[in-house]
């Protein structure tokens, strides 16, 4: 596959790629898994490893959402309850458990099983693009490399089944899209804020990951045609056109935002560009990422290192992509998240 463009500080991931680095020099490792269902709702499962204190400490977190329900449950213990493979391709923690099934598929089983809020989840996750896509260990600030790194590795696309069960008593089947991240971040603090989106329905697809620091942003993004990765990009902006204060937060809410990405497509090098605006409307989730942490670790952290908030949103969008002379319109539902780590 030498003759496959993927741009600078990118490359193709195989799955002997997606491996557990445990960074013990305060940093952040996760892995998580996004879907979005057939008929409308979304959630994800998530295990984060974290030496970001004294203690060296694993969360895991699981959310659901769609018109009747709306759960999220999450779970903090030690370091010592993260438990991998011996190839460190497969992972539990705390009742989760993100399982490889294939040395040569991107292939997964995912399980969590929260208390007391009731949220169990069973899914089979399996990759529906020919290969996934990592980008090298990138600084958040090139001109000084002390203040941290990102590596991220991402299956764009892919189909996830299985089911979710909430308070014990309503089994809701998952059928539907998903994308997989496995991403470090060392000393995230220096991070200002991230935006996601993901957009996926069933054949086409983008996403989109960009960090923000007070210097400069680091993006990545992917787009899928037919089920199969076709260009991936660095050259990413996310234009928050307007914003509202979260008087509660005080962060900038945004009500419009405009996402543009372009680079060459992985065969053929043509050049693509991809234009998304969204008004986020329908607000699935505001998470304040400290609630769950002992008390004393989320003191320090508030008072000298940041205050991280997450606000989601489900919403339909319509992609514009244009690939050389070629103008194509995706639409789909369109999971928006932006992330706020500190002022």
Not at 200 to 210: A, F, S
Request: glycine share 6%; charged share 25%; with cysteine.
């Amino acid at each position: 596959m030498s003759d496959l463009y993927f741009p600078p500080t990118t490359k193709i991931c195989y799955p002997k790629d997606i491996t557990w680095v445990e960074d013990k020099n305060w940093a952040n490792e996760a892995v998580l898994v996004y879907f979005i269902n057939d008929d409308g709702g979304m959630g994800y499962v998530q295990i984060v490893y974290s030496s970001m204190s004294v203690n060296v400490t694993t969360q895991v977190s699981a959310k659901f959402w769609n018109k009747d329900h709306n759960q999220f449950a999450t779970k903090t213990g030690k370091g010592s309850n993260l438990n991998l493979s011996e190839d460190k391709r497969s992972s539990s923690a705390i009742d989760t458990e993100f399982t490889s099934l294939s040395a040569d598929e991107f292939h997964y089983k995912i399980k969590a099983n929260f208390e007391p809020k009731k949220i169990r989840y069973d899914l089979d996750f399996t990759s529906t693009c020919q290969y996934a896509y990592q980008t090298d260990k990138i600084p958040f600030d090139p001109e000084n490399e002390k203040n941290g790194y990102c590596i991220h590795r991402f299956i764009p696309t892919g189909r996830v089944t299985g089911t979710v069960v909430i308070d014990d008593k309503t089994t809701i089947n998952i059928n539907g899209t998903a994308l997989y991240s496995h991403a470090v971040q060392q000393t995230p603090q220096f991070c200002k804020r991230w935006n996601l989106i993901n957009m996926n329905n069933g054949t086409d697809g983008i996403m989109l990951l960009e960090f923000v620091n007070k210097a400069t942003s680091v993006g990545k993004a992917g787009l899928v045609l037919d089920n199969k990765l076709v260009g991936v990009s660095t050259e990413c902006t996310v234009n928050q056109v307007s914003c509202t204060i979260d008087k509660d937060t005080k962060y900038e809410v945004p009500n419009e935002i405009k996402y543009t990405f372009k680079g060459k497509t992985i065969e053929g090098e043509k050049p693509f560009t991809v234009n998304l605006t969204m008004k986020p409307s329908n607000q699935v989730d505001r998470i304040d990422c400290l609630s769950f942490l002992p008390f004393l670790i989320r003191k320090f952290i508030q008072s000298f290192i940041s205050k991280p908030y997450i606000y989601q949103w489900l919403d339909e969008g319509e992609a514009e992509v244009i690939i050389g002379d070629e103008t194509k319109i995706i639409k789909g539902l369109v999971l928006q998240e932006t992330s706020h780590v500190s002022k």
